[in-house]
């Protein structure tokens, strides 16, 4: 396993790379022109932000999507547990709150994903971009259909999550470094909203309530160990798997009562009226 050091990195990319390719971890990671001009304007910010949080550019990082929020969270390892780097403004996607189901609805995808060093994209027409691996075990074991879904640059999306060129610099360096230090795989959870019990309430009506549900028991396991779990499917659903203790910082939502959400729901509304 080769892991690079930040100073490693910068001279790689400001001295020594052509526009090409970097091998590292057993596998090639694309660079391009505008990947590496992104990188030399960037990481000299991200680096000292980093450092005031005692992390570091090329630290394992993971990536959290709420699309009723339209946030994007970058959260970077710091020991054990993951620390919250930045939270960027989304500032398109397509589509209702929901799964993408088929090639062509317009849907941007929810569900447990992870970005690899093959899925970069610093050639993209829409600045850079990395495939957010769509359809994975899960969706194909519902037949779900779809391709080319991104996390992409500019400001206009049909299934994608668009970031604009700037927020869109800083993810994918963060990203890109992190795979160049040895992360082989970026984990990226996408969920409809934030899954509280009070949001899970407010969408009772939803036919998408029992997948919901289910992504709600991965979105607890990070909210309550501060790390990401491991991700199987079966049977159609994703299970979720950690070895780690909880963690100081985390916190598991407490569970209302009978999950009575038409119960929750009701009390939200009366709240929203005061």
Known sequence: MHHFSIKTL???YLFILPATQLQAEGCRIPSSKTSQEA????APRLIREMQGMDVGLGDPVFIRIFKKEKQLEVWTRKGLAYKLFKTYTICDHSGTLGPKIKEG???????????????LNPYSDYHLSFNLGFPNEFDRSHNRTGSVLMVHGRCSSIGCFAMTDFRMEEIYTIVEAAIIAGQSQVPVHIFPFRMTWENMAAHNNSKWVQFWENLKEGYDYFEGYRSPPLVTVQNKRYHFFTFRPLLFGGNFPAIPADNNYAQLNTAS????TL
């Open 10 to 12: 910068i001279f790689l």
């Open 39 to 42: 990188y030399r304007r960037v």
């Open 105 to 119: 609805d317009k849907q941007s995808p929810e569900g447990f994903y992870s970005v690899g060093a093959n899925q």
């Open 269 to 272: 509304r009366k709240t929203d």
